[in-house]
């Protein structure tokens, strides 16, 4: 397995990255779980709601904020990020972690764009957690990744091992939610589109990560082999 280690910058935009990603994580979870978010003005059945105030629910919220895919994703991102600025390499399963936390963080961003921002009144904290976790980081880590690396080490078995996290977290979801009755997004809401929509749409979501981990795949090697060929023209000049 033949991966790039990072240079003394690209270790340095990680530590960026990291504290950034770090610093989402950590304000989302406390202010979630002491009930610091102003409640959302319309909550579709089925989805995330009712944790008592004060700290009899503090529990549920901990639990709720730690199930969506958005904060799963930025959690990665700052693991990621971690390692990769303190030993400025990965080994087999760190390579297939960066390629899941791009992929994740990319959705992540790509669904908030498209789908939530544009009808989400912020207000409060939000005004800052959400952009950060949403929008600063995944550019963040994107062009990190993009200008930094790692480069090569993706292979058949990369993108396998990288598809076991959304597939953990999708059966977690599941059987959590066949406990809760209670679901983080209204494509996974079993209680009101049932077994068979969720099924469809889970697939539909895997075989969209498959085809943005390859994009990304893609991109490395092309960004390699536009190496290569820069080195071989400074060489015979």
Not at 4 to 31: K, N
Not at 64 to 74: G, H, K, M, Q, W
Not at 171 to 182: C, E, I, P
Not at 194 to 199: L, S
């Amino acid at each position: 397995m033949n991966v790039t280690e990072l240079s003394r910058r690209g270790r340095a935009a990680y530590w960026v990255v990291a504290a950034l990603a770090w610093a989402g994580v950590a304000s989302t979870i406390i202010i979630s779980t002491l009930g610091g978010y102003a409640p959302p003005t319309y909550v579709e059945e089925g989805l995330f709601a009712g944790a008592a105030h004060g700290w009899s629910g503090a529990p549920q919220r901990l639990a709720d904020c730690l199930s969506y895919f958005t904060e799963l994703s930025n959690i990665i991102v700052a693991l990621i990020s971690t390692m990769l600025a303190r030993r400025g390499s990965v080994g087999r399963w760190g390579r297939a972690t960066h390629l899941c936390s791009l992929m994740m963080i990319t959705v992540t961003a790509i669904v908030y764009a498209t789908l939530i921002g544009p009808y989400e009144v912020l207000s409060g904290f939000a005004l800052v957690t959400n952009p950060l976790q949403h929008i600063v980081v995944p550019a963040a880590f994107v062009g990190t990744a993009a200008l930094a690396g790692p480069r090569g080490g993706i292979t058949w078995g990369t993108l396998g091992r990288a598809l076991l996290i959304p597939v953990a977290w999708v059966a977690y979801t599941l059987v959590r939610g066949a406990f809760t009755h209670q679901y983080p997004y209204g494509f996974v809401n079993v209680w009101r589109i049932g077994y068979a929509q969720v099924a469809i749409n889970i697939v539909a979501i895997l075989i969209g990560a498959l085809l943005f981990m390859a994009l990304f795949a893609g991109a490395d090697w092309a960004i390699r082999q536009a190496g290569r060929t820069d080195t071989s023209r400074s060489e015979d000049a």
